[in-house]
């Protein structure tokens, strides 16, 4: 990283992060195009001691499924806090953010614990418990990433001569 004075290193605020986002994107490896796949995906956050796992879900099949199963490597993104900082006197501007980016192997969850991987997705974005249909458990597949290492970073230091832009309120 270039600018180590904006890395998180402290994994507590890295995991912040990752609560305040709502995307994680994975990036796979796929051999038959030569490029990276790159899906956006809902996802929870579970932490087992030292280990921390996302979890996301999908159809049974599919292209990121296929790609899983060749090679289960991936790399992981997310992004948060994104304000636009304008340089009043320099008339240039920037991005204020939040990220965290990492790589992990991913594995399909057995599916007997299908419910238990999907319940970390919901509490992910529903603070409250609530009832929900299992109808949709037996064509759905569930999976997660054990994150192997990761890295955070942010811009968000405003400095005299600059000012956080507000678009215009719509009319």
Not at 6 to 14: C, M, N, Y
Request: glycine share 6%; charged share 30%.
């Amino acid at each position: 990283m270039i600018r180590k004075d904006r890395e998180i290193t402290d994994r507590a605020e890295q995991l912040a992060i990752i609560e305040a986002c709502d995307v994680c994107r994975i990036a796979l490896n796929d051999p038959a195009s030569g490029f990276p796949y790159v899906v956006p995906l809902n996802y929870g956050v579970d932490i087992a001691g030292d280990e921390i796992y996302l979890y996301f879900h999908s159809a049974k099949k599919g292209e990121k499924l296929e790609l899983i199963a060749q090679d289960n490597r991936a790399t992981f993104e997310m992004d948060c806090d994104h304000q636009f900082i304008f340089y009043d006197k320099r008339m240039s501007c920037t991005m204020g953010y939040r990220s965290v980016i990492g790589h992990g192997l991913i594995e399909v969850v057995p599916d007997d614990e299908k419910i238990a991987g999907l319940e970390v997705l919901m509490r992910h974005y529903h603070a409250e418990d609530f009832p929900w249909s299992t109808k949709l458990v037996p064509v759905t597949c569930v999976y997660r990433l054990k994150v192997l290492d990761m890295t955070g970073k942010f811009r968000d230091n405003i400095h005299p001569g600059e000012s956080r832009w507000e678009p215009p309120a719509h009319r």
